[in-house]
């Protein structure tokens, strides 16, 4: 995980699910409100953090760099 002033960068390529979900949980736990982007290199994934995000009222998007997606989580919507 690495964090600079405005967002905390994590990346879970590589990774087989869950890890890289359980690695954004963590994130944003320890993110201080601070937006998190997690790299993922699998459609599950991508599509796991997604569903975690809706489900607890974060906003999300995904930017696609090559094969790769970048799942940018915000704050939780109040």
Do not use: H, Q, Y
């Amino acid at each position: 995980m690495e964090a600079n002033d405005d967002i905390v960068n994590v990346d879970a390529r590589g990774r087989a699910c869950p890890e890289p979900l359980m690695l954004a949980k963590s994130a944003l736990a320890r993110s201080g409100g601070k937006a998190v982007e997690v790299t993922v290199d699998a459609a599950l994934a991508r599509d796991n953090i997604l569903r975690m995000a809706a489900r607890s009222g974060r906003e999300a998007e995904v930017r696609v760099e090559g094969e790769l997606f970048v799942v940018r989580l915000g704050a939780a919507k109040a």
